[in-house]
């Protein structure tokens, strides 16, 4: 069975750095594109990042220059480095696998909550 | 950027009813197009993928339909437990891009 389970978030300050984990059983992290994708509150969904099995990385321009998406293969875990954090962060932040051929999010966790707020 | 735009918004309908939600995209996608069902507090849920495919364990009045820049879902008899946002996703593009969402409620 496959399970994605975030962890990290929690309330930052403006301009703060916080560091997103998703522990991946059941698939491996290296074998597969994994993404992240949030969700303000009362908002709907947004792609964030992906790291590519070939360990290409793309950004959203909202995050780029700021965000930085990695993986620890012997850990077999998914991490999101978020710096220079604003307000507009503030959301549910999903780790999710996107399955091969026509590209879909397959498998998600059950999502990490950020607040970027003084 | 990829834009979808998702039509309507909300919509009310009854346990039995016929509903169907349509996306558009900003540009060709061809059939990268994906369909995710969200409750409240809930990740999203993979419905349909490469616009017509019906995931695994969905029920069978899911379905979905289009090609290039216009698609549609539909569910054939809308149950109770139905009840949800809906989000299209194109997967056509690295920058991957969602709909704004449709809420459906049961009336």
């Known amino acids: 069975e496959v399970q994605l389970v975030e962890s990290g978030g929690g309330l930052i300050q403006p301009g703060g750095s916080l560091r997103l984990s998703c522990a991946a059983s059941g698939l491996t992290v290296s074998g597969n594109y994994m993404s992240w994708v949030r969700q303000a509150p009362g908002k709907g969904l947004e792609w964030v990042s992906v790291?590519?099995?070939?360990?290409?990385?793309y950004y959203a321009d909202s995050v780029r220059g700021r965000f930085t998406i990695s993986r620890d293969n012997s850990k077999n875990t998914l991490y999101l480095q978020m710096n220079s954090l604003r307000a507009e962060d503030t959301a549910v932040y999903y780790c999710?696998?996107?399955?091969?051929?026509?590209?879909?999010?397959?498998?998600w966790g059950q999502g990490t909550l950020v607040t970027v707020s003084s | 950027d990829i834009q979808m735009t998702q039509s309507p918004s909300s919509l009310s309908a009854s346990v039995g009813d016929r509903v169907t939600i349509t996306c558009r995209a900003s540009?060709?996608?061809?059939?990268?197009l994906n369909w995710y069902q969200q409750k409240p507090g809930k990740a999203p849920n993979l419905l349909i993928y490469?616009?017509?495919n019906l995931q695994s364990g969905v029920p069978s009045r899911f379905s979905g339909s289009g090609s290039g820049t216009d698609f549609t879902l539909t569910i054939s008899s809308l149950q109770p437990e139905d009840s949800a946002t809906y989000y299209c996703?194109?997967?056509?593009?690295?920058?991957?891009?969602f709909g704004q969402g449709t809420k459906l409620e049961i009336k």
């Open positions: 996703q194109q997967s056509y593009r690295t920058l991957r891009t």
């Open positions: 999710a696998r996107e399955a091969g051929g026509r590209y879909r999010y397959d498998y």
């Open positions: 540009q060709t996608i061809s059939t990268y």
């Open positions: 490469d616009a017509s």
């Open positions: 790291i590519y099995s070939g360990d290409s990385t």
